[in-house]
């Protein structure tokens, strides 16, 4: 767990057997914020909220999925986290992991975190888009998390 520690100024201590060494004079535990999955599709279209359950009932078909909520997307994971799920406006932008490069025009971004893996990320607006194709992204980031 982080926290902060303040110390004195140095170059006012003066005096005592530890003139050297900093003093501690305050410690606080930071606030901790617990983030919902519900607060990601406040103010967003029922549509929005349709293709995320598109996307978890996907990857559940593959095995157990932990949901981890984050300040600005969803964690899917197994072990390891697989998938990355921010919401928009109007659709999903579900970030994989990859252990390659994938050639498809639905690939928005995509970024080589390592010698062997992928970050890819495709933009989703309708449960229609969590189709086969997507379907076997989701697999094959599932497989790598396991």
Do not use: C
């Amino acid at each position: 767990m982080a926290f902060r520690l303040l110390f004195r100024d140095l170059d006012k201590v003066d005096d005592g057997p530890n003139a050297d060494s900093p003093q501690l004079i305050e410690m606080r535990m930071p606030e901790t914020t617990t983030f919902t999955v519900a607060q990601h599709f406040a103010d967003r279209p029922r549509t929005v909220r349709s293709t995320y359950s598109a996307i978890v009932k996907a990857a559940r078909k593959l095995g157990p999925v932990r949901e981890e909520p984050k300040k600005t997307s969803i964690h899917l994971a197994r072990k390891t986290a697989f998938a990355g799920v921010a919401t928009r406006r109007a659709a999903l932008i579900l970030t994989l992991k990859s252990a390659n490069d994938i050639a498809s025009p639905r690939i928005r971004k995509r970024e080589q975190a390592s010698p062997n893996r992928w970050h890819i990320e495709v933009e989703l607006a309708t449960p229609r888009d969590v189709d086969r194709e997507v379907r076997g992204w989701l697999k094959r980031a599932y497989d790598l998390a396991g």
